[in-house]
């Protein structure tokens, strides 16, 4: 199928590699094209394949191609549409599911939980000994696995992947919830939808979330199989009694939230989502519970850094979003003042329904990053902005009194300063750990 042809990868991330990878022993010749001068992963690409580098690469060259695949952090809109409408563009999803059309693959995709979601569907099914490959978005690219024949493949897709991807078919899926993000991308909030809701489309068993409008099928597939989950309705939904919250299947019992190592109503739903979208699958009810009882969240998610003298310190800079710091806020139990940190490149995120949300909440909130006069000037006097994260920490450090909540919680990309968010995260902690002088190791 790819003997003798033209190929060219554009990206030389992981994403990428793992094509050239592929592709070579397909025995047809490769160009590598990366807009960064100096690109990731150089001692990683062969001699034998050609490469061009920098701003100024001239994209005339793909209409020498046979096939173009993309990397999803490369936005192909970049390309000019004279050419983009003469080349046919794929991407590695797009090679694995031609590879493997009989795979079962559990696509999962949302503006935010597809990560916990993703490991924690993986946790189960290992746990109930499936052998699971987890990739995509989460950081395994999927030609990675081909070695292997695995029982099911748990795939986290972003937006960037499914804009382009049109072969995919996923024993089930689901958008786990649609907030505004990557808007610099996708332009409008309507092109980012339309990007989620192609992970339905040839899908078995479609999962959604009844509480979120924007997250439902554009169309009903006969031949598909429905189920939802939500806070108050659908099969699987929260129960509130006083001031305990039951995860439920229709009536029956799943687990009190109180046995649960992680917390919030938004993480109690990325539990009932999960259980959703393996509930066809055969599992052993009790290596199911407890799975779920000790899943940890994931990194730089709503982690405790430290609690000292009634003070506590927590990381969300996985927060790249405005509902992902609301989430956070909202699970958070305080009676005092939450000490608040947001900033970066904000996507062209429209900052006002953090500030609607913010209003009247005894919430100070304190200002960085490329984006961060624009957003204080939005909060006026309840906002301070400030040159670095540093100052902001031993702004509050000096400040905070007992029982204050200081939560790093971005709300924006991490791209001005960092090289991603858990390079963010992990100045945070350094930044509050020396202050306090505790040692990181």
Do not use: Q
């Given at each position: 199928m790819f003997k003798n042809k033209n190929i060219f990868i554009i990206g030389s991330g992981i994403t990428g590699i793992s094509c050239i990878n592929y592709l070579l022993k397909k025995e047809c010749n490769l160009t590598l094209i990366d807009t960064r001068l100096n690109?990731?992963?150089?001692?990683?690409?062969?001699?034998?394949?050609?490469?061009?580098?920098g701003k100024n690469v001239n994209f005339n060259m793909l209409l020498k191609s046979d096939l173009v695949v993309i990397?999803?952090?490369?936005?192909?809109?970049?390309?000019?549409?004279?050419?983009?409408?003469?080349?046919?563009?794929?991407?590695?999803i797009e090679l694995f599911c031609k590879e493997k059309p009989k795979s079962k693959i559990i696509a999962i995709t949302g503006t935010n939980g597809k990560s916990t979601v993703s490991t924690l569907i993986f946790k189960i099914l290992k746990n109930n000994n499936y052998l699971v490959y987890l990739g995509g978005n989460i950081g395994n690219p999927v030609l990675n696995s081909l070695n292997i024949d695995y029982d099911f493949y748990v795939f986290e897709l972003s937006s960037f992947q499914l804009e382009i991807l049109n072969n995919l078919k996923s024993f089930s899926s689901s958008i786990l919830n649609i907030g505004f993000d990557h808007l610099d991308r996708h332009i409008n909030i309507k092109n980012y939808i339309n990007s989620k809701l192609k992970i339905f489309n040839n899908s078995y068993y479609c999962v959604i979330n009844i509480d979120d409008n924007?997250?439902?099928?554009?169309?009903?597939?006969?031949?598909?199989?429905?189920?939802?989950?939500?806070?108050?309705?659908?099969?699987?939904?929260?129960?509130?009694?006083?001031?305990?919250?039951?995860?439920?299947?229709?009536?029956?019992?799943?687990?009190?939230?109180?046995?649960?190592?992680?917390?919030?109503?938004?993480?109690?739903?990325?539990?009932l989502s999960s259980l959703s979208c393996i509930k066809y699958i055969n599992l052993?009810?009790?290596?199911?519970?407890?799975?779920?009882?000790?899943?940890?969240?994931?990194?730089?998610?709503?982690?405790?850094?430290?609690?000292?003298?009634?003070?506590?310190?927590?990381?969300?800079?996985?927060?790249?979003?405005?509902?992902?710091?609301?989430?956070?806020?909202?699970?958070?139990?305080?009676?005092?003042?939450?000490?608040?940190?947001?900033?970066?490149y904000?996507?062209?995120?429209?900052?006002?329904?953090?500030?609607?949300?913010?209003?009247?909440?005894?919430?100070?909130?304190?200002?960085?990053?490329?984006?961060?006069?624009?957003?204080s000037n939005l909060f006026n006097k309840k906002s301070i902005y400030y040159y670095d994260l540093e100052s902001i920490v031993y702004e509050i450090y000096n400040k905070v009194k007992i029982n204050d909540v200081v939560l790093f919680s971005p709300a924006c990309s991490s791209i001005d300063n960092y090289n991603n968010y858990i390079d963010r995260g992990n100045h945070f902690i350094k930044i509050v750990n020396k202050l306090y002088k505790i040692n990181d190791n």
């Open positions: 690109p990731p992963n150089l001692n990683l690409i062969p001699d034998n394949i050609n490469t061009f580098f990397s999803p952090g490369f936005d192909y809109k970049l390309i000019n549409n004279n050419i983009l409408n003469k080349i046919n563009i794929t991407s590695d924007l997250s439902y099928p554009n169309k009903i597939n006969l031949n598909s199989k429905y189920e939802f989950f939500g806070i108050n309705s659908g099969n699987y939904h929260l129960k509130f009694i006083k001031d305990k919250i039951y995860l439920m299947y229709k009536n029956d019992l799943i687990i009190d939230s109180s046995k649960l190592k992680i917390f919030g109503i938004h993480n109690y739903i990325n539990v052993n009810f009790n290596k199911v519970i407890n799975t779920i009882k000790k899943f940890k969240p994931l990194n730089h998610r709503l982690n405790l850094i430290l609690n000292i003298n009634n003070i506590t310190w927590i990381n969300d800079s996985k927060s790249t979003n405005i509902s992902s710091t609301i989430s956070a806020i909202n699970s958070i139990k305080f009676y005092s003042t939450i000490h608040l940190i947001i900033g970066g904000r996507k062209n995120i429209d900052f006002n329904l953090l500030k609607s949300f913010l209003k009247n909440k005894n919430i100070k909130i304190y200002c960085f990053g490329i984006d961060g006069k624009y957003i």
